[in-house]
């Protein structure tokens, strides 16, 4: 009869429907068929699960009293142990049909309780999603975090959280805070680095691919009765947490640096189309010369600059390098252009000039600053002026294919403040060119790293084929093409060709 109750249960845990009674009906049976007039059931050794007859201490029954049965159900390793007050032994086809019902109870108790941790996974991963969607847009900082604690206290209900953001232990400054810290400034090197986990205290470093960026704690979890300890499902939510933590973060970053990039790319394009107009659009058509020439900047903005300037009976030539490059070196540059025209009117002798672009540059740039400079005053009779303050020497081409080098004839503009500039006077015959550039052509380096230099410049020059200042400009430019192999220069190259007509 008892054999049959059993399998009736066994046949119910089989389709699904377990009562939370069955492991009271489980040990009445046994305790009956035993004759038992007490027995009670025990699980993992020690916990009590059910007593028959109901509200009997279990102290009732004496594991060395004689007649006290203690049945292993289950199976090796079973965790189900009944202790029964018994005159007679349990039939083994009763313990079997015991067995079975509680190991299907195991079996169904094992379901539930996945299906509550997929249940409760499944609600960790939405939660994290929800909120990652909810800081992911964030840029600011300061927002991030606050927004991050928030999330947190709501989510494990804790009465402390608390974020440090910083590269380094050393760096590390908590940037909001709920409740009272758990952690006194400087943190510690190993918490920092490994984070930590105690009944009361959870602290996770935030890590992206850039580094760690920072420590996420969370404290004193809320009970009813006060507070509980921190369970593994707690510090792996707070983990899954700081990944997203750290992604916002580095994605705020990120978004930061290229809006940051994007302007200043914006900069760079309006400050080189600032300097591209101080560049002559056109060379005037001064009377006894052509003019032919352009500047290479290595990057957006160049710090060389030249300019030709019609007089009444005569033309200023000019070419400028400014130390450095980039932004700063095109400033710098474009001053100078817009000093050299300023100066120019009126007749001013190149010495004149000169001397008062460097009292501008001493006066108004740093102690590393200083530019070159080369100015050519020429006459429609074909008498020139050159001044080369500190820049490289200017070569005449001779309508016969000789070349010469114009000395050099002061320090760079921006060195010293007693400098003194002597021009140097010369000719132009018809047929003549004289070629003026910037360190950026004689530095052109070979795939060896071998520079240029003037002899060669000079030679390219006696080869020319056309005393054109147009092919002149053009085939120099090839030959520094052709000598460094097609590589980008490592500085600003610009040249200005003269041709007496």
Request: hydrophobic share 45%; net charge negative.
């Amino acid at each position: 009869m008892q054999s049959d109750e059993l399998l009736r249960l066994a046949d119910l845990a089989l389709c699904g429907h377990l009562s939370p009674e069955l492991p009271r009906e489980v040990i009445r049976i046994l305790s009956e068929a035993s004759g038992a007039a007490r027995g009670e059931l025990y699980a993992n050794g020690d916990e009590l699960v059910a007593v028959w007859p109901p509200g009997r201490p279990s102290s009732s029954v004496v594991v060395n009293d004689p007649l006290t049965q203690e049945l292993q159900l289950g199976g090796d390793g079973s965790r189900w142990t009944a202790l029964l007050g018994a005159s007679q032994p349990v039939d083994e086809g009763l313990a079997v049909a015991a067995r079975l019902v509680l190991r299907l109870w195991d079996m169904r108790e094992e379901l539930r309780k996945s299906r509550f941790d997929a249940r409760f996974r499944l609600w960790e991963l939405e939660a994290v999603r929800s909120i990652a969607a909810g800081i992911g847009g964030i840029l600011d900082p300061s927002r991030i975090a606050e927004e991050v604690i928030a999330h947190i206290v709501g989510l494990l209900g804790v009465r402390s959280a608390q974020l440090f953001l910083g590269g380094t232990v050393g760096e590390a400054r908590s940037v909001a805070l709920f409740g009272e810290s758990a952690f006194s400034e400087p943190l510690e090197e190993g918490v920092w680095g490994e984070g930590l986990q105690t009944d009361a205290v959870l602290a996770v470093p935030l890590i992206a691919k850039s580094g760690q960026l920072g420590l996420l704690v969370v404290a004193d979890k809320e009970a009813r009765a006060g507070t509980e300890p921190f369970l593994d499902s707690d510090a792996r939510l707070v983990e899954q947490f700081a990944v997203q933590t750290a992604v916002a973060f580095e994605n705020a970053r990120l978004s930061r640096e290229s809006i940051e990039r994007a302007r200043l790319r914006q900069e760079l394009e309006v400050a080189a189309t600032i300097q591209s107009h101080l560049y002559p659009r056109s060379f005037p058509e001064v009377p006894g010369y052509r003019i032919r020439g352009g500047s290479r900047p290595t990057r957006q903005v160049g710090g060389d600059s030249f300019d030709v300037i019609e007089g009444d009976s005569n033309l200023l030539a000019v070419v400028a390098d400014v130390s450095g490059k980039g932004v700063g070196a095109g400033m710098l540059a474009a001053g100078i252009h817009s000093g050299v025209r300023l100066l120019s009117t009126g007749g001013t002798g190149l010495e004149v000039i000169a001397g008062q672009l460097n009292s501008y540059l001493l006066s108004a740039t740093e102690d590393n600053r200083f530019a070159t400079l080369v100015l050519v005053d020429a006459a429609a009779d074909g008498s020139f002026r050159a001044l080369h303050a500190g820049h490289c020497p200017s070569l005449i081409r001779r309508r016969s294919g000789s070349v010469e080098e114009l000395p050099v004839s002061g320090l760079p503009l921006g060195i010293l403040s007693d400098a003194s500039y002597e021009p140097a006077e010369g000719r132009l015959e018809p047929g003549d060119l004289l070629v003026m550039y910037s360190d950026g052509i004689t530095e052109a380096e070979d795939p060896n790293g071998e520079e240029m230099g003037i002899e060669r410049l000079k030679a390219a020059l006696e080869e020319v084929g056309s005393v054109s200042a147009g092919v002149a400009c053009d085939g120099l430019l090839e030959r520094v093409a052709a000598f460094t192999d097609g590589e980008a220069l490592h500085d600003d190259a610009t040249l200005l060709v003269l041709e007496r007509l």
